[in-house]
Every structure is written in structure tokens, then in C-alpha cells.
């Protein structure tokens, strides 16, 4: 049995683990999803969320050695929190996520994919400290694969996304070195370019880096899949 730390990405909250955590219970294992600083049911308001509070969430959560999956935005944050402290950090496991470049914000990053499917869907708050996605584009960036329902479970759920925490680069060292990292990629994702994904993967141990046949949302797509695969992860 292992224990997984389940970490959203931009504008989510743990609600969209919902149908994972049940997959993994089934498969003998424990998780946990948290709502970061600003997300979900946590009130932080958006213009006082920083990466640095999005990392102290995440080690806040880890009272014991867990396997913590980061998806998209949270790779930024699961890399600096492992940098921190990587006690209990069992496994790295970057799901359709950044994986932070040395002196780059995700921000900077995301402006050097091959292409920008979510920029057009940005729609910025009046003091430009946050961020929300265009309703008519979400189907289409993040769900477009899922179940029906998928949409009208999760927009209403959707929050603003602060810009700070995708404006810090992070920078890492032996801590985070020490520590099994593993991607998963989404063959079908329409938010973060799939070459993309591949492009930040290109030096890691191929049995490291494996790959799924869906969208940005693998959680609703396929949680099942998405389960296996973890399990497959814990048990390497």
C-alpha cells in the first residue's frame, strides 16, 4: 500500500481528484487531495496567494512519506516544496505538469511551448493579480474527452488563479535530486502541447516518462487508467 499526496493544477481544487481517490482505494492505496492556498475551500484571497504559501500547503499535508502527484501549474510548487523539505517526498510524480527550468517562472515557460492554446482563453481580473478561463473555451482546454456531466460538475467549481505563483522561477539543488521523479504525459492535451511535455522530459530515463491517450483532465477522463498508472509508479 502507498500513500499519495494529490495536488491540483490552475483555477482546480481537490474536488478534481473525486473520482480517483475511490479508483486508488480500490487498488489497496491511500490519498489525500488538498485544496492549495486560494483554491477549492480555502479562502485565501487570490491576491494574497504566493508560490511560496502554495509549497507550505503542500509540506503541511506530508505527516508521513507519500508519493505526491502534482498536475499541470503544480509542478512549480510540488518541485519547490521538495526542494524545502524532502523527507517525506517517496516519489515526484509530474502529471501533464511543468517541470520548473532553472531561472524560469512557469509563466516564461509556458511562452516558450510550440504553441499557446490557453492564452486566448485568459481572461485577467482588473488588478491583474489573477487570472479565470473564457466558459466558452473550458470544454475544449480541459474536458473535452470526459464524461457529459464533467462540464457542469466542474465549472461552477473553477476559481480565480493567481498570476504570482506562475511569476517565482524555483530554484533546486541536491534536496530535490535525491528524490525517484516520474512523468506522465497526455497524448490528447489541449492546454500544455504534448510535444511540450515531451520536450521536458527529454532527459529523464525513459521508464520514467510514460503516456496516456487522453485530454488535460486525465482525472476525469480516464481515473481508472490514471489509478493503474500511479499504482504501476508506487510498486517501481
Known sequence: MADFLLVHGAAHGAWCWRDVIPELADLGHRAHAIDLP???EDSTPY?????????????????RPMIVVGHSMAGYPITLAAERKPLN???LIYLCAYVPHPGLSLAEMRMRAPSQPLLPAIRMTEDRKGWTADPAMIRDLFY?????ATLEYATPKLCIQ?????????????????IP??????RDDRTIPP??????????????VSTMDCSHSPFFADPAGLAKRLDQIAKT
Open 38 to 40: 486560494g483554491h477549492g
Open 47 to 63: 491576491q494574497d496567494v504566493t508560490l511560496d504559501l502554495y509549497a507550505d500547503a503542500i509540506l503541511d499535508a506530508l505527516d
Open 89 to 91: 517526498f517517496q516519489r
Open 144 to 148: 473535452h474527452d470526459c464524461p457529459e
Open 162 to 178: 493567481a498570476t504570482q505563483p506562475t511569476s517565482a522561477p524555483v530554484k533546486t539543488g541536491k534536496n530535490y535530486e535525491s
Open 181 to 186: 521523479r516520474y512523468y506522465i504525459k497526455c
Open 195 to 208: 510535444e511540450y511535455q515531451s520536450e521536458m522530459t527529454k532527459d529523464w530515463p525513459e521508464a520514467n
